[in-house]
């Protein structure tokens, strides 16, 4: 994992949260993540060309709201599929923002992988979490 | 005046309506991909402007574009790419296949307005 493959990723966030959102966000420590994400949303869409595999940015449900909400203009309080679709297209641009500063590599949007958005629902009994 | 809105994502549809609503253009139509652009200007003759996404599925912005620009009733109507589509020589693949803008993604609302305002000539 090399810094310059790592850092358009985040300045291609920061700008886009800053012009499509109109919210100045600050990253944290990065590191790599050695245990799974436990988030209530998520945006995966997939990679292909000399990197391959997918990415994803992942919410806890208060922020994803705050961020579809001020994303769409409108006020959103539930995870629904609207809230799904956004947090999908939010992925889908930060990527394709990346790629411009990723001049030394071949990537591509995978062609067919249309961006991802899915939620956990919580089960009736309280136990368990399905995506959708 | 009707304005076509091409993106396979709903959200984006809805931003950029959103945008529009608020320039006072509520004329709208919405297509998911580039087969379903064609088929919606055949419909809606009196379409005066087309945003066109560049990555959908079935038919992509570019091959709609293209199409659009090759048929005599619809190539005088205004095509404004608004993509991910970064690079510049997408820009210009595009530009020279008849695009009359080009709006790069992240955009802000006030960007979208200025590139809508020049192409129609004011709300």
Redesign the interface.
Same mark, same amino acid.
């Given at each position: 994992m090399k810094a310059e493959h790592i850092n358009p990723f985040l300045k291609s966030t920061i /700008? !886009?949260f800053a !012009?499509?959102l109109?919210r100045k966000i600050i990253p944290g420590k990065v590191y790599l993540r050695t245990v799974a994400s436990v988030a209530d949303i998520s945006g995966v869409i997939g990679l292909s060309g000399d990197i391959r595999g997918a990415v994803v940015m992942a919410y806890p449900r208060e922020t994803a709201l705050k961020v579809v909400s001020a994303? #769409? &203009?409108?006020n959103v309080n539930d995870l629904n599929e609207?809230v799904a /679709?956004?947090i &999908?297209? #939010?992925t889908? $641009? $930060? !990527? &394709?923002?990346a *790629? *411009?500063d990723l001049a030394d590599i071949q990537m591509s $949007?995978s062609s &067919?992988s *249309?961006?991802f958005g899915g939620y956990a629902k919580g089960c009736p009994c309280g136990m368990h979490s399905l995506w959708w | 005046m009707k304005i076509l809105l091409v993106d396979?994502?709903? =959200?984006?549809r809805?931003?950029q309506a959103?945008t529009l609503n608020s320039l006072g253009y509520n004329d709208l139509v919405q297509a998911e991909d580039g087969a379903d652009a064609i088929k919606k200007l055949r419909e809606n003759p009196d379409v005066k402007l087309v945003l066109l996404d560049w990555?959908m %599925?079935n038919m992509n912005g570019l091959d709609c574009l293209k199409a659009v620009k090759a048929d005599p009733s619809t190539k005088a109507i205004p095509v404004m790419m608004v =993509?991910?589509?970064?690079?510049k020589t997408k820009i210009i693949e595009a530009v020279q296949a008849g695009a009359s803008n080009y709006l790069?993604? %992240?955009?802000?609302?006030d960007s979208l307005k200025a590139k809508i305002t020049a192409l129609l000539g004011g709300g």
């Open positions: /700008d !886009t !012009t499509m109109k994303f #769409l &203009g409108e609207v /679709d956004a &999908g297209e #939010l889908n $641009i $930060i !990527t &394709g923002y *790629k *411009k $949007i &067919g *249309k961006p | 396979d994502s709903s =959200t984006m809805r931003i959103n990555n %599925p =993509t991910s589509e970064a690079e790069v993604k %992240p955009f802000d609302a």
